[in-house]
Structure formats: structure tokens, C-alpha cells
């Protein structure tokens, strides 16, 4: 061991293959995106260098600005609602012990294991104005004045769309949270309860102070999800009613894709990149102590 610790062509060996990997399929990419944010390109025919005009339009772009809002709002109610509920059911779960337990541990994560064009095309037809199921149970149970068009209205979409995707999620949170619960010491749990510490008391000042870096991993997993999200807009509203459910990752598909605006979609993708790596490192900041390794 110490001989290859010592000995630095091996080393560059070992190290060499997953360097050119990471070259090519991430630095590579990035750089080229750089290139082609600095010029006119359409994506198809010559283009002409610009500077800086694409990322300056970025900087004043409302619906990007919009997009990351939407992407804000997902995270916010993703760590408020999602999280909070998908730890109290991995509490309950590890509870359950048995077959149970393994029961409602496949139930759960089922929506994580379906594709999500086909949940997304499900949740259309739950969400429909006219023949959806949730208008109908609705007006069945006598609330429809509450009736909507969940997916048309500018001022209910976004919601609309985050309760999708948390569903779609929520297995990913309680299997991550189930792990955690599982690996904490038993031993702890015994003497707490020798010491006469009820449920309340255990759950509160045992299990979620010794989960606190499982928290955080789960909490920086949310943030950096809801700041990619694109498949599930994509194949529900595309961004609509006009802009009022997008994201940054549609946005930029749209503009380079659809609106041939490839040079533009690479400015709104750099930008996109330095947002996810920003975030990445002030959550990590934030929510990781030394004390935990």
C-alpha cells in the first residue's frame, strides 16, 4: 500500500481514467457551452462572436428570473411539507417491523419506480377541468365550488405542478430517511428509555439531532432536484399558461430548441450550472458540521 502511495506514475495511472471521463463528459461540455453562449447561433448554419450580449440578456431576462422563482418555491415546499411528512412515515415504518414494514416500504417508493411520463400523463387527467377525477370527487362530495382548472389557471398551476412532483418524490425522502433511521444505534434508544424518555421525547431530542446529516443530504438532494425539474413540466404545462409554471431547464430547452436560440440556451445553461453549484456549496456550508465525521 505504501508503494503505491509513493509511487506517482501509478498513481496518475489510477487517477488518469476517471479524470478523462470527468474531462469529457462534464469540463468539456461546460466549456463548449461557454464557447457557444459568447456567439449568435441559432444551432444550425455560420454564427458570429458576440461577447457577452447573450448573458447580459440573461441578467434581464423576467421569465428566467420567473423560472428560478418557480424552482425556489418547489424547493421551499419540498423541505416544509414533503420532507416533515416523508421523516414522520420512515419513523413509523422502522416502527412497524415485520412484513409490514416491508409492505409499506414498497408502497411508497412505487411512484419513485413508475416513468414519469406516465405519472405525468396520470396527473393530467386527475388535474382536466372536465372528465378529471379530482373535479369530480369534488362536486361528488359536495364541494364544487372548489372545482378548478388546475393546470389552466396562472394563479394555481405552480401548485398544481409541485404537488406532482413531490408525490413523484416523496418515495425518494422516505427511503433516504428510512435508511438513516435504521443505521442509528440501538443502544441509545435503550438507555433513553431506561431513563423514562417517552416517544415525543426520544424523537425530538435522540432520533432527529443523530439524523441531523442525513437532514442535510436530503434537504440539499431536494434544492438541487427542484432546480433541475424539467421532465415533469415538460409533459404536463411546457411552461404554461404563458410562463406561469416555468423552469429554468425547460426555459433553456425551449430557447434552444424550439425558439432556435442555441447560443442563448447556452447562456441560460452556464448560468443554470453556476445557480446548481452556488446552492451546492452554501447548503453544504450550512447544513454540515465537522463534528458529524
Known amino acids: 500500500m505504501h508503494y503505491f502511495r509513493e509511487n506517482k506514475k501509478t498513481i496518475f495511472l489510477l487517477v488518469a481514467p476517471g479524470f478523462a471521463f470527468f474531462l469529457m463528459a462534464v469540463l468539456f461540455p461546460i466549456g463548449l457551452s461557454v464557447y457557444y453562449a459568447l456567439t449568435d ?14 448573458f447580459q440578456r440573461v441578467l434581464q431576462d ?13 424547493a421551499l415546499m419540498t ?45 393530467v387527467n386527475i ?27 396562472p394563479k394555481i398551476v405552480l401548485y398544481s405542478l409541485v404537488l406532482i412532483m413531490m408525490w413523484q418524490g416523496f418515495g425518494w425522502a422516505v427511503l433516504i430517511y428510512y435508511a438513516g433511521v435504521k443505521s442509528l444505534p440501538e443502544e441509545v434508544f435503550e438507555a433513553a428509555k431506561i431513563d423514562g424518555a417517552n416517544r415525543c421525547q426520544t424523537l425530538f431530542r ?12 436530503n434537504v440539499i438532494w431536494a434544492v438541487i432536484s427542484s432546480l433541475k425539474q424539467m421532465e415533469t413540466i415538460y409533459l404536463t404545462t411546457n411552461g404554461g399558461p404563458g410562463n ?5 431547464a425547460n ?3 425551449i430557447k434552444a430548441f424550439d425558439a432556435y ?27 454540515t458540521r465537522k463534528e458529524y465525521y
Open 244 to 248: 406561469a409554471s416555468q423552469f429554468l
Open 127 to 153: 388535474y382536466n377541468s372536465q372528465y378529471g377525477l379530482l373535479n369530480k370527487v369534488l362536486e361528488l362530495i359536495g364541494l364544487g365550488f372548489l372545482k378548478q382548472q388546475w393546470l389552466g389557471d
Open 41 to 54: 447561433w441559432s444551432g444550425i448554419g455560420g454564427f458570429n462572436y458576440i461577447g457577452f450580449r447573450n
Open 62 to 74: 423576467r421569465i428566467f428570473w420567473h423560472s428560478l422563482k418557480n424552482a425556489a418555491t418547489l
Open 206 to 217: 435522540i432520533t432527529i439531532p443523530l439524523m441531523q446529516p442525513v437532514i442535510a443530504v
Open 79 to 123: 423541505i416544509t411539507i414533503q420532507h416533515p411528512i416523508a421523516f414522520l412515515f420512515a419513523v413509523l415504518i422502522d416502527r412497524l417491523g415485520g412484513k409490514l414494514e416491508k409492505v409499506f416500504k414498497t408502497i411508497f417508493f412505487i411512484p419513485c419506480v413508475i416513468p414519469v411520463m406516465v405519472t405525468s400523463k396520470m396527473w
Open 251 to 253: 426555459y433553456l430547452y
Open 261 to 287: 436560440e442555441f447560443a442563448y440556451g447556452n447562456a441560460i445553461s452556464v448560468f443554470f450550472v453556476v445557480v446548481c453549484l452556488l446552492t451546492t456549496v452554501v447548503l453544504n456550508r450550512l447544513l
